[in-house]
């Protein structure tokens, strides 16, 4: 049996003929608000060329709850599925994750990161910047000072990083401390 999940968590997927499923959405059937896959909790399977879909969406506008049962083609055609919700998504469970759906969220996120390089990619160089005397705390024996000084600007800390990856705009200082704009 699988869990409830966030339908995002499913999402990209790829199929096999080359189409790309990154984004959900269907408006909210009280206020139009159109929701998002992040909106949607439950399950779903990517059986061989189209992705089933059985999820309870939750407007975070007039918190309206109502079911979503339907079936994404690979041409991103959706059709409702007339199957009672909670039979749909009994019956989705029951299958398990496959060797066809690993490959299309394999490749949904391969694609994805071509569209769209991840700003956290490489690990960039720790610059030695002048930083402020005042110690949030320690992380590894290490003082977390509260802020660096880039440009004669403070930038205030934001996080550990033990990985030392950093995005745009972020600062990187003794390997793991990161400092961001506020
Ligand atoms: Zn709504």
Redesign the pocket.
């Known amino acids: 049996m699988q869990p409830n999940n966030r339908i995002d968590h499913f999402l990209p997927v790829r199929f096999g003929n080359g189409t790309l499923v990154k984004q959900f959405s269907k408006p909210?059937?009280?206020?139009?608000?159109l929701?998002h896959a992040r909106h949607m909790h439950g399950i779903a399977r990517v059986v061989e060329d189209h992705m089933a879909l059985a999820a309870t969406a939750h407007?975070?506008?007039?918190?309206?709850q109502f079911p979503i049962a339907c079936v994404i083609d690979n041409e991103k055609r959706v059709r409702r599925v007339v199957l009672p919700n909670f039979l749909f998504k009994l019956y989705l469970r029951s299958l398990p994750a496959n060797a066809i759906e690993q490959k299309a969220r394999e490749d949904g996120q391969a694609q994805l990161a071509r569209e769209q390089p991840a700003p956290q990619a490489a690990p960039v160089p720790s610059v030695d910047y002048p930083r402020a005397d005042a110690v949030l705390g320690q992380y590894q024996g290490k003082p977390i000072p509260a802020y660096i000084v880039v440009n004669g600007q403070e930038v205030p800390f934001d996080r550990v990083e033990p990985e030392g990856r950093v995005a745009n705009g972020e600062y990187l200082l003794d390997g793991c401390f990161v400092y961001k704009a506020a």
Do not use: E
Not at 28 to 33: A, R
Not at 59 to 64: E, G, N, Q, W
């Open positions: 909210c059937i009280k206020c139009q608000q929701l407007c975070p506008s007039c918190h309206t």
